[in-house]
């Protein structure tokens, strides 16, 4: 297969900020160039050894981040995910064939090896996610119709596995694509439908599945959208299992109230998931079990929704954002520095902490700041390159401004990168895939 080596990974930003390839395990990287990210995309999930490439893989392989004739798993990726997911297995304790399921979900996550934040995707961790499936399973039996709205986190695979029939709707076609890999390497049936989750969905999709499972972002026509699809393709007493930001349960109360649909379960903190490098995130998020009952939805099933943008509402500032700093030159941060520069930033930002939560390991430290308003900043401290990453939510650019300008002159960092994350525009162009594998 023609990829990214071992443990070399992607970061996909919107222009005009950079994309770059690194290593996990030594300070290698090569930023690449705008026009070249569409092929930066393909080699991060891998492609066939005879598919036609561009200069970027000629660039890669030259920089040894990039070559021809590998195996689809990456070994390196593999072993990260499985020491990340340690603290997790005690989740699946007397789960017969949990470990097998964990073991695909971890080989899937290995060959996409790439952070993209074009569609707010931060997958679930291996472990984590063979519990959600163990939930459905556990409520409904085997062998049950199954809808995935959006599964960057991959789990049609273990579903279908476990002998599901599984459907995916997903509107990122290159996701379409690695799916419907991975699901012929593993011998997998799964359909595939990749469009808009606003535009209407197919007539044959109402009422017409006994499960539906999502992970949306938590903001209120973000749920919405996600949420009345599901409703409208599930059978009365059919189950819908979402993942929910818990600092946006009365948003999410908000909409539920307008849906036909009733609380069964609510399971907090139930998700954890990874990101840049394969790496754990800060982020936690809620299962929320609920049943379909009669009574229509607010939106039909044929209706365009009419959100022209997901990440907004009252939940949210306008932006999901990420800043990202480097060392001028190379420095270590001293972590133990990094609570005091929050605690000054938070009293001259006129914001309150809660809370803040350190952890560290060999490679990362992190540092989680919970704010009275809801909000949070989350940063990380890669120990090996000296850089710090820091999600900021809700998003102010004054706020930014002044945390980036602080940490700069505390650590002796580069100008910082803002990576801003924006669902696309409802015209974006519709694929439909409509095919089956296996």
């Known amino acids: 297969m023609k990829r990214l080596v071992d443990g070399a990974f992607s970061l996909i930003t919107n222009p005009p900020f950079p994309s770059e390839v690194c290593m996990l395990d030594d300070q ?53 995910l499985q020491e990340i997911g340690h603290g997790y297995r005690w989740r699946l304790r007397d789960v ?25 995707q931060t997958p679930v ?7 959600r499936c163990v939930e459905l399973t556990r409520r409904l039996g085997s062998r049950q119709r199954v809808l995935l709205i959006g599964d960057d986190d991959l789990l049609c695979l273990p579903l279908a596995r476990m002998g ?60 919405m959208a996600f949420l009345v699809r599901g409703v409208s393709a599930l059978r009365t007493g059919g189950h819908l299992y979402t993942c929910l930001h818990p600092y946006a349960r009365d948003v999410f109360h908000g909409v539920g109230n307008r849906l036909p649909v009733g609380v069964v379960d609510h399971l907090a903190a139930f998700n954890a998931y990874h990101f840049e490098g394969f790496q754990e995130s800060w982020y936690r998020s809620d299962l929320v079990v609920l049943e379909r009952l009669a009574g229509a939805e607010p939106y039909a099933w044929d209706q365009v929704l009419p959100f022209p943008d997901l990440i907004e509402g009252a939940h949210a500032g306008r932006w999901h954002a990420a800043t990202r ?30 809370d803040v939560v350190v952890t560290a390991s060999e490679t990362h430290h992190h540092v989680y700041v919970a704010l009275a308003d809801g909000g949070h900043v989350a ?30 002159e505390t650590f002796g960092m580069m100008s910082p990168a803002v990576v801003r994350c924006e669902v696309p525009p409802l015209d974006a162009p519709t694929i439909v895939v409509g095919r089956t594998v296996g």
């Open 125 to 131: 961790l291996p472990e984590c996610g063979v519990r």
């Open 325 to 354: 700093l480097r060392p001028a030159p190379f420095k270590r941060p001293r972590a133990e520095l990094i609570p005091q520069v929050l605690r000054v930033w938070a009293q001259r930002a006129h914001r309150t902490i809660l």
């Open 379 to 408: 940063l990380s401290v890669d120990v090996r390159r000296g850089s710090m990453t820091y999600a900021m939510y809700p998003y102010r650019m004054p706020w930014d401004a002044l945390l980036s300008t602080m940490l700069a």
């Open 96 to 120: 017969k064939g949990a470990e097998r399921l964990v073991a695909l979900l971890q080989r899937a996550h290995s060959q996409r090896k790439g952070t993209y934040l074009y569609y707010g």
């Open 28 to 80: 290698r990287s090569v930023t690449v160039p705008d026009e070249q990210v569409q092929e930066l995309m393909v080699l991060s999930q891998g492609a066939a050894d005879d598919a036609d490439t561009g200069p970027l893989f000629a660039t890669l392989q030259r920089h040894g981040l990039a070559d021809d004739g590998l195996p689809a798993v990456d070994a390196r990726a593999l072993r990260q």
């Open 164 to 223: 599901h029939h599984v459907t995916v709707l997903e509107i990122d076609p290159l996701l379409v694509e690695f799916l419907q890999r991975v699901a012929a390497q593993e011998k997998l049936k799964i359909a595939f439908h990749s469009q808009d989750v606003r535009q209407p969905v197919p007539a044959a999709w109402v009422g017409a599945f006994d499960a539906v499972m999502t992970d949306p972002m938590s903001y209120e026509p973000c749920l």
